[in-house]
């Protein structure tokens, strides 16, 4: 079963609008990441949040994580056409040892309307 | 940071043929996987590819239709088996990069199969 669930599904917004991506999850992490994707292509690491940091930033993005209710926000701030894309959260699970493997949300499809 | 080559970028194949896509790391990863987004979803772990031994492949998927080789720490094949339509996706490799953040993708295989 999917670990992330991102909402909502799509976001339609103008230029110059922020835009905020929600994800949830299920069991301990270690860590959070965000990725972009442009139509169909490969992934963009965007940002790594760990399970003990709350906030992090770089450039126009913002994340926040709060384990306590298991989710994560992924805020762009002042956004462009080229942001247009589809946003993944992805985690790996806390096992108690090394996991590297990454589950995936659904991801949201971001429009940015010039 | 790394660049993992991926190719073919995209094919079209006739149903009952196999297909092998190759991904070439300019650096050296500790880890590989291989992962598969049917149209419009998110990404499903297929396997992770294990230098110098079999693959460690994920429920519901088998080395019998998606061999996996990785003879070095830089490059992975996948080998999509006997195609069908339903395995008509994108395919995308990924890796962790020794003292990087995140995991590095290729920029993904779409696949079609007819």
């Known amino acids: 079963s999917q670990q992330g669930e991102e909402d909502p599904q799509a976001l339609s917004i103008q230029e110059g609008e922020n835009a905020t991506m929600n994800c949830s999850y299920k069991?301990?992490?270690?860590?959070l990441q965000w990725y972009r994707q442009n139509s169909g292509r490969g992934l963009v690491h965007l940002i790594l949040?760990?399970?003990?940091?709350r906030e992090k930033h770089s450039g126009r993005l913002r994340v926040t994580l709060d384990t306590s209710k298991k989710s994560s926000s992924l805020l762009i701030t002042a956004s462009r056409a080229a942001d247009t894309a589809s946003y993944f959260c992805?985690?790996?699970?806390?096992?108690?040892?090394?996991?590297?493997?990454?589950?995936f949300g659904k991801g949201t499809l971001l429009t940015v309307n010039p | 940071s790394a660049v993992i080559s991926q190719k073919p970028s995209r094919d079209i194949c006739q149903r009952g043929t196999s297909l092998t896509i190759q991904c070439q790391v300019d650096?050296?990863?500790?880890?590989m996987f291989w992962y598969r987004q049917q149209p419009g979803q998110s990404l499903t772990l297929i396997a992770t590819a294990n230098q110098g031994s079999e693959a460690t492949y994920e429920s519901g998927f088998v080395i019998d239709k998606f061999p996996i080789s990785r003879p070095n720490l830089t490059f992975s094949t996948l080998t999509v088996s006997n195609m069908s339509p339903e395995d008509s996706s994108i395919y995308l490799c990924s890796g962790i990069v020794q003292g990087s953040y995140g995991y590095t993708f290729g920029s993904g295989t779409r696949l079609t199969v007819v």
């Open positions: 650096s050296q990863v500790t880890m």
């Open positions: 069991t301990s992490i270690n860590n």
């Open positions: 992805a985690t790996d699970k806390d096992s108690g040892g090394s996991n590297y493997k990454l589950t």
């Open positions: 949040i760990r399970s003990n940091e």
